[in-house]
């Protein structure tokens, strides 16, 4: 039986050392089994922490046999493994074991989720206003914007710099503040509970008028809901007065929310309203290195083209962007078992993952504009960008011709678009400048040699 904490770090540390032989992929082990450790042992669990969501994956499906008849052989007997990301581990749950008879809590599920920080918050033209106006805050809550309304489509960061905020408070600016994040459909459903009878609605009043700082995000949730935003208002008000910091995010700005009511819509106006626009291409590649370094890979693995080509077709969403990066990761170390992830990989893998008759086309129309700003010293978003001096410009000719010989079915229009938009005339005239120049310029004639054996896959 395991009694000891240097018992149970002995056991693992000899599980892993078996799992290593075994399994014979050192940048796997390297990546996924390194980092982890026993957490706790609950009855017949091993509950073992992770360094990524990924590896949580890996660990709970493709190699849980593996590890599982590693553990057996070595403690002789039959536990169960559970793999957690150490982000999501808290001391509370193994605290709510030991004392099930707590005091009644509202908003059971919200947290300020400590990965999502300004610091892995990358920051550039897109939402530099709300970044800025958010450390604002946070440095000195309740007296500078009052309340902070940030808004934007989906995806695009409101929610991670919300849990920014709530670090900052906690770890820097404040430590000791109270701080409560809800998202509006949890403030909705608390609510209502609190109108059945279950909760009682002044002590939920009480309690979230007792934080220092109130996060709420996704408000539009409450709109319609004409009983709540009453509730919400006289809770606003209160902590309003008493000088305490207020966020609040939605997918649209406050006149816009349907049906919420005139004195909501006034209030939410009065502080600091501010907009996440889209990122641009370089500003989702950065993000994208990031995320892979989260995850515990090497931003090594990926050919620049790849990242290039995620971040230009999913820059409306960073958490889709994000999702296929996942996915991507998952599907060619745990399918293909490769290694290093070039374009054609990512472009079989992308095929199974997100299917549509067109990636193909638009990643080998990707790959073209890479090769071409590689071999001219460029970056891709320079090569399809506005700047007209002579290379930058011979370049870029040079990329809509070999795209339009290469992909045969590919128009002018489409082209155009690769390129900032540009109209099916000018790629035209850009494409047919080639045309001649090869018949009488040897090293135009040479560069586009070149450039054609490297596009040969
Ligand atoms: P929203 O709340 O606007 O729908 P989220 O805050 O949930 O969006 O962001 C979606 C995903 O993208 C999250 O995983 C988040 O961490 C990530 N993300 C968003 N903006 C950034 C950024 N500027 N830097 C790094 N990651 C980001
Ligand atoms: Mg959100």
Redesign the pocket.
């Known amino acids: 039986m395991i009694s000891s904490i240097s018992e149970i770090t002995q056991l693992w540390n000899r599980a892993l050392t078996k799992i290593e032989q075994r399994l014979g992929e050192k940048q796997v082990f390297d990546s996924f089994f390194s980092e982890t450790y026993i957490f706790e042992i609950k009855g017949d669990v091993i509950v073992v922490a992770v360094n990524s969501s990924l590896a949580a994956t890996l660990l709970q499906g493709k190699y849980y046999s593996i590890i599982s008849d590693v553990v057996n052989e070595l403690t002789e007997s039959n536990f169960k493994l559970e793999f957690v990301p150490e982000k999501d581990l808290k001391v509370s749950d193994v605290q709510s074991i030991a004392a099930p008879t707590q005091k009644q809590k509202f908003f059971a599920d919200s947290e300020i989720k400590s990965a999502?920080t300004f610091d892995?918050?990358?920051?550039g033209s897109f939402?530099r206003e709300a970044s800025q106006a958010s450390l604002m805050i946070a440095s000195n809550p309740g007296k500078m914007f009052n309340p902070l309304f940030i808004y934007?489509s989906?995806?695009?960061?409101?929610?991670?710099?919300m849990h920014a905020i709530g670090n900052y408070i906690q770890n820097v600016s404040k430590p000791g503040a109270k701080i409560l994040y809800v998202s509006g459909f949890d403030f909705v459903e608390e609510y209502i509970k609190s109108v059945r009878g279950e909760k009682d609605a002044q002590l939920l009043k009480d309690y979230i008028c007792d934080f220092d700082v109130l996060l709420l995000d996704d408000v539009q949730m409450l709109a319609n809901k004409v009983k709540t935003q009453d509730y919400f208002f006289t809770v606003y008000e209160k902590l309003m007065n008493a000088g305490k910091q207020i966020v609040i995010?939605s997918d649209r700005q406050p006149i816009e929310i349907a049906e919420l009511q005139e004195r909501l819509v006034t209030r939410f106006s009065r502080g600091l309203i501010v907009k996440i626009n889209e990122p641009d291409q370089n500003t989702c590649v950065e993000?994208l290195r990031?995320k892979i370094i989260a995850n515990g890979l090497s931003v090594d693995r990926f050919d620049d083209a790849v990242l290039y080509f995620l971040a230009d077709k999913f820059s409306q969403n960073?958490?889709e962007l994000?999702g296929t990066l996942n996915r991507l990761i998952f599907y060619t170390l745990s399918v293909k078992h490769t290694d290093h992830i070039t374009l054609d990989v990512a472009a079989e893998s992308l095929q199974s993952i997100i299917g549509g008759k067109n990636i193909a086309s638009e990643l080998s129309e990707q790959k073209i504009i890479n090769v071409v700003a590689d071999y001219y010293n460029l970056s891709p978003s320079q090569l399809t960008g506005k700047i007209r001096t002579g290379q930058i410009a011979l370049a870029r000719h040079i990329a809509m011709y070999l795209i339009r010989i290469t992909l045969i079915d590919v128009s002018l229009e489409k082209i155009g678009m690769a390129f900032g938009g540009k109209d099916h005339t000018t790629v035209m005239n850009a494409i047919q400048k080639v045309d001649k120049g090869l018949k009488t310029d040897p090293s135009l004639k040479e560069a586009v040699d070149e450039l054609q054996k490297r596009l040969k896959p």
């Open positions: 999502l892995n918050f990358v920051v939402n934007s989906s995806g695009l960061g409101k929610t991670h710099l995010t993000i990031k960073l958490r994000e």
